[in-house]
């Protein structure tokens, strides 16, 4: 075994484990954001477990985070509440960063 062949599989590796970490990381930053969304709809406890669930979900529907998105602007509209679209993206953003850096310390 060469030290080429080493390096390129310690490359791999990490190229893996980084994507592993995102995904558990976006998938937290959506469980994140379905309770907030949830605490602003005044949902139970329980029913805020539940639709944080749908909201992780909801991310598997198309790639990007687009559909996350649009299930939470929905399901606000639907409730009656008025919740920019901005705010929701910022949420999202400041929720992903929260995410990144709790799945790094191994939270």
């Known amino acids: 075994m060469t030290t080429f062949d080493d390096r390129e599989r310690a490359f791999e590796s990490k190229f893996a484990l980084d994507q592993e970490q995102e995904f558990k990381a976006?998938?937290?930053?959506n469980k994140l954001l379905g309770l907030w969304a949830a605490e602003k709809?005044?949902?139970?406890?329980?029913?805020?477990?539940?639709?944080?669930?749908?909201?992780?979900?909801?991310d598997f529907e198309q790639?990007?985070?687009?559909?996350?998105?649009?299930?939470?602007?929905?399901?606000?509209?639907?409730?009656?509440?008025?919740?920019?679209?901005?705010?929701?993206?910022r949420k999202m953003d400041e929720l992903g960063s929260l995410a990144r850096d709790q799945i790094r310390s191994g939270e």
């Open 63 to 89: 790639p990007g985070e687009e559909d996350v998105f649009r299930k939470v602007a929905g399901d606000f509209e639907g409730s009656g509440l008025t919740v920019s679209e901005g705010e929701i993206r």
């Open 41 to 58: 709809m005044g949902l139970s406890p329980d029913s805020a477990e539940e639709y944080a669930k749908a909201v992780v979900r909801a």
């Open 26 to 29: 976006v998938a937290r930053r």
